[in-house]
């Protein structure tokens, strides 16, 4: 492109974002979808027409996974690669693409038309091997459809037009129109069910904010997201601060691998999403609304547009809502960029602020000073969803579902080796083995509950219960057969951490590579009993000095692994009876003394013995 017009598409689309660096985050999605990349000359110019440096402009273009220095195809594929599409049959996939284009994986054909690539879990393993095209996702694929796709696709056909059939419920609504679907297994009272859009809102319009918190509170309503805080208590923290510019933000970034159950809310509730959503502005008094919505579900952004358009003209949203003289609050969309890191909060609202999504350090927490130093409360989509009936239906019948200290249902992502995968609305308590039955699943060795960040249990753990008391979860629930390697599982969350820590505090960036290095040694039979140790220790340390809950929670795979299956740690680490450490290099050994010494030894050293030669 000439730099002429190039300048000019900059300035479009700086101009379009009121040259507000705070808004970077549109500016430079807008700038990757128009120019298919964010090179150095982009750089230079959005940090000029934003008044910021270039440094600034490369810190947060560089952070996110979506956005690229170097051109992209007209159509770029992303290929979701967690462990479900790996099991589900990535690499043919993989294959496939690359031989029907010519390029292998993170290249561009030469004509420009085509670049493949791959991501992390894009929130589609009930339909696994899947993948974006541009903004729009595919399911289910096989080496014939993926050869299929690219002929239609250079016939002209546009990626939207390419699924034959459409998903089922409002996936296949004209402002959808993608071929998902919901899988939804089993609807409980609370979300899925019979729900009356509005009543909440309605009920809560006609309370005071105090008597709102209040309810929230007595609900025992705790937030989804995995965390578990109490709804009430963030909220009482944030309606309590003297700063009278408050936010409500709804967490809309579900990254955690084997999470989709806030893709199928977004899809089937939009309305009681932001329902809840008002509510919570009501009560804490603020008049702006953002939804964080991760880049994988950009699909989802017409639609949600479109619900929060019938809610304006309907008086739900804008000025004086439900005709309350005064009530004003409406809410925008921000998309991310592929960053897991900003699934939590004060990483998300540094997104939203136009910088790297890194966590801030706390305190303060968000409810107290968190958007642009406003007071800010973040909630996940399920927790907004459950306030807007919270408010219809009254917090006892909320808190009397569920256990002790786990109140109301938990939406449940079930997916991997079963027959059933989908959506589960169960009450809190529900076991391990209820969930293996209501879904099909034979032969499991282990569950993974939480995700990466959650517990990996054994047959031996089959009868805990889903539950803050016991094993929480965000809703992510992956099972894996007898015929699974439980340390390529490992193996393969801990590579997950590495890709996705920010990288600011050391034992997060580097341990996990440590951890991962000497899982590898044990997978080739070469470890020894101190290696164990080394792991357990080196773990603690990761989650005692790590600085938020990506690093707190990295080593779990590791640890949990430890603890329930420990048959396989032990079947492959041995004592060595000559007492020769199998791990030792000699060469890594010298590499420290040949720095030091600034020379390099003739005897031990291969690559000097070549050059003598
Ligand atoms: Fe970043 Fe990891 Fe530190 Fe969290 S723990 S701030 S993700 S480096």
Redesign the pocket.
Known sequence: MEPSVQKQTLEEICAGCDNDKHRMMDILLETQRRLRCIDGFSMETIAHLTGSTRVEIEGVASFYSFFSETPKGQFTFHLCDDIIDRHAGLKKIAKALEHELGITMGETTSDGLFSIDTTPCIGMSDQAPAAMLNDVILTNLTPESIRAYIIALRSGVEPIDLPETLGNGNNAHQRLRSMVHNNIQARGDVLLGDVEDNKGLEKALAMSPADIVEQVTQSGLSGCGGAGFPTGRKWSFAAATEDTERYVFCNADEGEPGTFKDRVLLTERPDLLIEGMTIAACAIGSEHGLIYLRGEYVYLKPWLEHILRQRRENGLLGADIGGVDGFNFDIRIQMGAGAY?CGEESALISSCEGLPG??KTRPPFPAQKGYMGHPTIVNNVETFCHVARIMDQGAEWFYSMGTEKSHGTKLLSICGDCDKPGIYEMPYGVTLADLMKMAGAQDVAAIQVGGPSGQLIGRNGFHRQICFEDLPTGGSIMMFSTKRNILEIVDYFLDFFIEE?????TP??VGNIFLNERIGIIRKGHAVPSDIDYLKELSNTIIKT???????TSPNPVLSSLENFPLIYSALVRENEDGLDTNFNIQDALEESRRLAKHRSYIYDPDFAEEEA
């Open positions: 890191i890194e966590p820590s920010c990288g600011f505090c997060c960036r790590s600085r938020c809950g990506l690093g707190q």
